[in-house]
């Protein structure tokens, strides 16, 4: 008897956990869907009255593309193309709207953002809806126009591999070499980022610096990153350049982040 007075309150307790878990199962489940229609959406939005070329149109015009020591070598290079955003639309959608991420292969394919700290966009679509999956955002204390000498984008790692998910996997040399740059669409100009170092970095030891004592300081801060990089490049740098660097959760590392640092260059100078 007293076996099975025990047991009923065990079940009822297991039976109330399996239902707790599958009701957060759930509602991530929904969410993570939810976010993927807005997103749909906004990118419809976004490329409505584009005239740049399409992916498969643009690598049709690309017929052998190599990485020998770090250096890109094309065949044939496709030409410069008019900005595929309409920035128009998507400050009617959101005025916090600065720019839009895109890695050709990838789902990486969004709206970045800016507001006035760095956590209302952690869980909130562009619309401003609340959402897990959140929106790729510009550290508050960034000018928010890439003009600085580094500017941060936030973005999550996502189980089903949206957001930022992509660019954990320049943790690769052979990713690295199979995606040599990201591109980046602004109001003011479209730029193309060539990956210069991944980094592990320890969240106990690091924040980031926006202003610079000299030329020096700057170069060591980019040098450092480099030299721990998950993958080799041979892309040069000066003083005189923008870095964008691009920040997500990681579980390879205890208590860390994956930095992707990246230099901008416009696209209209970008060539192979």
């Given at each position: 008897?007293?076996?099975?007075?025990?047991?009923?309150?065990?079940?009822?307790?297991?039976?109330?956990?399996?239902?707790?878990?599958?009701?957060?199962?759930?509602?991530?489940?929904?969410?993570?869907?939810?976010?993927?229609?807005?997103?749909?959406?906004?990118?419809?939005?976004?490329?409505?009255?584009?005239?740049?070329?399409?992916?498969?149109?643009?690598?049709?015009?690309?017929?052998?593309?190599?990485?020998?020591?770090?250096?890109?070598?094309?065949?044939?290079t496709p030409e410069p193309?008019?900005?595929?955003?309409?920035?128009?639309?998507?400050?009617?959608?959101?005025?916090?709207?600065?720019?839009?991420?895109?890695?050709?292969?990838?789902?990486?394919?969004?709206?970045?953002?800016?507001?006035?700290?760095?956590?209302?966009?952690?869980?909130?679509?562009?619309?401003?809806?609340?959402?897990?999956?959140?929106t790729p955002f510009i550290d508050f204390r960034n000018?928010?126009?890439?003009?600085?000498?580094?500017?941060?984008?936030?973005?999550?790692?996502?189980?089903?591999?949206?957001?930022?998910?992509?660019?954990?996997?320049?943790?690769?040399?052979?990713?690295?070499?199979?995606?040599?740059?990201?591109?980046?669409?602004?109001?003011?100009?479209?730029?193309?980022?060539?990956?210069?170092?991944?980094?592990?970095?320890?969240?106990?030891?690091?924040?980031?610096?926006?202003?610079?004592?000299?030329?020096?300081?700057?170069?060591?801060?980019?040098?450092?990153?480099?030299?721990?990089?998950?993958?080799?490049?041979?892309?040069?740098?000066?003083?005189?350049?923008?870095?964008?660097?691009?920040?997500?959760?990681?579980?390879?590392?205890?208590?860390?982040?994956?930095?992707?640092?990246?230099?901008?260059?416009?696209?209209?100078?970008?060539?192979?």
């Open positions: 008897m007293k076996t099975k007075i025990l047991f009923i309150p065990i079940f009822l307790f297991s039976v109330c956990g399996c239902i707790i878990v599958g009701r957060k199962l759930f509602t991530a489940l929904h969410e993570y869907k939810a976010g993927e229609e807005i997103y749909e959406n906004i990118s419809a939005a976004a490329h409505a009255d584009s005239t740049e070329e399409s992916p498969e149109s643009k690598n049709s015009d690309i017929t052998e593309i190599a990485v020998t020591e770090g250096v890109i070598d094309c065949t044939q193309a008019a900005s595929a955003i309409d920035f128009d639309a998507l400050q009617e959608i959101s005025p916090d709207v600065k720019g839009w991420i895109r890695l050709e292969g990838t789902k990486v394919d969004y709206p970045v953002v800016q507001s006035r700290d760095n956590d209302f966009y952690l869980n909130r679509a562009v619309t401003g809806e609340w959402n897990k999956v959140g000018s928010g126009d890439f003009s600085d000498p580094v500017t941060v984008i936030y973005g999550h790692y996502m189980g089903d591999g949206s957001m930022f998910t992509a660019f954990h996997d320049y943790k690769s040399q052979k990713f690295f070499e199979e995606h040599p740059f990201i591109d980046l669409y602004t109001p003011a100009g479209d730029y193309r980022l060539l990956p210069v170092a991944g980094v592990f970095q320890n969240v106990e030891y690091w924040d980031f610096t926006f202003d610079y004592e000299s030329d020096a300081a700057f170069l060591y801060q980019i040098d450092t990153w480099k030299a721990l990089s998950t993958f080799k490049s041979y892309t040069e740098y000066t003083a005189e350049d923008r870095f964008v660097v691009l920040t997500l959760c990681t579980y390879d590392v205890e208590n860390s982040r994956f930095l992707l640092v990246g230099k901008l260059k416009e696209k209209d100078e970008f060539v192979y």
